[in-house]
T-cell receptor, first 117, second 112 residues
């Protein structure tokens, strides 16, 4: 079972370059999320989506953009990378929805390690 | 103040020991609580939910104290395989989004 797949897994960028992280899930989940994880900071929510065609800001959205053109894909874009965006990025999805009993279970991808020089 | 606070540890314990972690949260309107486990350089995975009445899953016991706004995780008879970082997670539904807020984690190292 593929679950949640993130590409690429590793990337090194120079300051000012742009890139896109792709997240794909094959579980037909409505909700998808992008988090970043930094030492001592825990996971912080960047953006999220509650369904195809929708996106919303999390707690640290600046410098990132997202798109959810297809239900199974959630893209995270960095338009002009900065060293402060060096981090591990996790995509997650959940089967939770307002129509279902809340389980709080997120399914995460393996992470994408991004270094901005 | 962080919304979810945890002692980063590390907690170094021998095999067979009992160890407990606490976590405090700042938003009294928080409604759902969880413990996730994250192995080194891996993704987080749900360990267990935390219910108001307390709940147990094998060697793991989770408790919630709403009055004091803290959550605890107790691990009995620690195994080497329990070595990981344990993340306290809270759902703050009143923020208007259905997203989880993570603590920075408590690292556990079980030693032979």
């Amino acid at each position: 079972n593929a679950g949640v797949t993130q590409t690429p897994k590793f990337r090194v960028l120079k300051t000012g370059q742009s890139m896109t992280l792709l997240c794909a899930q094959d579980m037909n989940h409505e909700y998808m999320y992008w988090y970043r994880q930094d030492p001592g900071m825990g996971l912080r929510l960047i953006h999220y989506s509650v369904g195809e065609g929708t996106t919303a800001k999390g707690e640290v959205p600046d410098g990132y953009n997202v798109s959810r053109l297809k239900k199974q894909n959630f893209l995270l874009g960095l338009e002009s990378a900065a060293p402060s965006q060096t981090s591990v990025y996790f995509c997650a999805s959940t089967s939770d929805s307002p129509q279902k009993k809340y389980t709080g279970e997120l399914f995460f991808g393996e992470g994408s390690r991004l270094t901005v020089l | 103040r962080k919304e979810v606070e945890q002692d980063p540890g590390p907690f170094n314990v021998p095999e067979g020991a009992t160890v407990a972690f606490n976590c405090t949260y700042s938003n009294s309107a928080s409604q759902s609580f969880f413990w996730y486990r994250q192995d080194c350089r891996k993704e987080p995975k749900l360990l267990m939910s935390v219910y108001s009445s307390g709940n147990e899953d094998g060697r793991f016991t989770a408790q919630l104290n709403r009055a004091s706004q803290y959550i605890s995780l107790l691990i009995r008879d620690s195994k080497l395989s329990d070595s990981a970082t344990y993340l306290c997670v809270v759902n703050m539904i009143n923020t208007g989004r259905r997203a989880l807020t993570f603590g920075s984690g408590t690292r556990l190292q079980v030693q032979p």
